[in-house]
Structure formats: C-alpha cells, structure tokens
C-alpha cells in the first residue's frame, strides 16, 4: 500500500526566513503526483503546488517550492520569505496517475514568529 | 463560480442516530470524495464515486455509506453513529481523464458523536 510520511509534527520559523518541510512517500508505481494542500484555522484544504513525477523540474509557485527527489522517495516544501499568514497546517499527499484518490500524510503545523 | 459546499458545517449528535452530510458540487465533476480527519492521521479516504451509481470503499468505511444518484450530491449517511466517528469531515471532487486532476475540497462539516 502507498505511505505518505510526514516525520515532523511541527516547526516554526522566523517571519521572513525560509523553512522546509519533510514529506516521504512510498510507491511501486511509475506514474503519480504529488501535493502539498494548506490548512489553516478556517479548515478550508488550499492546493499550494503540485508535481508530476515524470517531471524533472522541481514545481515553483511564487514563495513556494519544491525539492522533488525522485529516487529517494522525497518531496520537500521550501517557503521562502515566510510571512504570518502560512501559519497553518501542511499536508503532503500523493496520487496514482492513473487514479483519483488521495493518500495524504499525517500532516505538519507550521507556526510563524513574528 | 462553481463551488463544492457542504452541510451542515457543524453537528451534534447522539450515539446511535442515524446521520447524513450533505455534499453539493458544481463544478460538473464525476468523481467526488469523502475524508475524515483526526489529530495523528491526516485525512483518510472514507468513500469516493467516479460516477452516478458507482460507489467504492475507502480506507476508513466501516460504518458510513453513500449514493450517488446524481453527478452534483455524495451524501455521506452515518448508520449509527458512535463516538469513534466524531471527526471533521470533507468532501472533495476532481475531473475525469489524464492530467493533474486536482481535488477541490468543500469546508468541512464538524461532526460531535455524544
């Protein structure tokens, strides 16, 4: 079965520094995707960047990015600039290419000082 | 603009009754998604439909069904809740074919099992 590992419960970081969150995944398929979705207090799931696997090239949407590792199983989110509105919970999650449904990780709160 | 939403946001029930959460759609989907998510899990797949009558089980299924008897509605009927079951809960949907498919998530109905 497809794991999605989120080692880390929660970090914090600086406004205005860069942070990293860790994802791990699991699969024997070849062909899948990968997100990251944003929780914050209201609930509401935002998508915040997605890859494709057959892409090399690491996935940028404005502050954040992506280090796709693609051996190594690892999908990594970069926020660069941090600001007091990604605080919020931070929820990787894979998907078959051939499929619809979501396996996400268990999730990580980000928390940012001001 | 389309839109997914979901009632009701929040629900107190007793344990034993019977329960439904509405899901409404108008983005044309065909696949549509239920998830509960619980502290230390993430999200976790209930039940999902790619299609009017087609229902499937999701990791999670003990104890909810669903139908599908139009493309816009996946109610989600608790048959007896118990207080395992209190969760929040979101429905999601995504478009048919190849591509990224993202899921669009509704806000999240708040369910109390007392």
């Known amino acids: 079965a497809q794991t999605v590992t989120q080692s880390q419960p929660e970090m914090s970081v600086q406004e205005a520094e860069t942070v990293t969150l860790s994802c791990t995944y699991d699969t024997s398929e070849s062909d899948y995707y990968l997100f990251w979705y944003k929780q914050p207090p209201s609930r509401q799931m935002i998508l915040v960047i997605r890859q494709e696997a057959y892409k090399q090239q690491n996935a940028t949407e404005n502050r954040f990015s992506v280090n796709f590792q693609k051996a190594a199983k690892s999908f990594s989110l970069k926020i660069s600039d941090s600001q007091l509105g990604d605080a919020a919970m931070y929820f990787c999650a894979w998907r078959a290419g051939a499929n619809s449904k979501l396996t996400f990780g268990k999730g990580i709160t980000l928390s940012v000082r001001p | 603009d389309a839109e997914i939403t979901q009632s009701p946001r929040h629900k107190i029930t007793e344990t034993g009754r019977q329960v439904t959460l509405a899901c409404h759609q108008t983005?044309?989907?065909?696949?549509m998604f239920w998830y509960r998510q619980d502290l230390g899990h993430g999200l976790r797949l209930i039940h999902y439909s790619y299609g009017v009558q087609d229902t499937n089980k999701g990791e999670v299924s003990d104890g909810y069904s669903v139908s599908r008897s139009n493309t816009e509605d996946l109610p989600l009927t608790l048959e007896s809740a118990a207080s395992s079951q209190t969760s929040v809960y979101f429905c999601?949907?995504?478009?048919?074919?190849?591509?990224?498919?993202?899921?669009?998530f509704g806000p999240g109905t708040r369910l109390t099992v007392l």
């Open positions: 983005w044309n989907h065909n696949n």
């Open positions: 999601a949907s995504s478009g048919r074919g190849q591509g990224i498919r993202e899921q669009f």
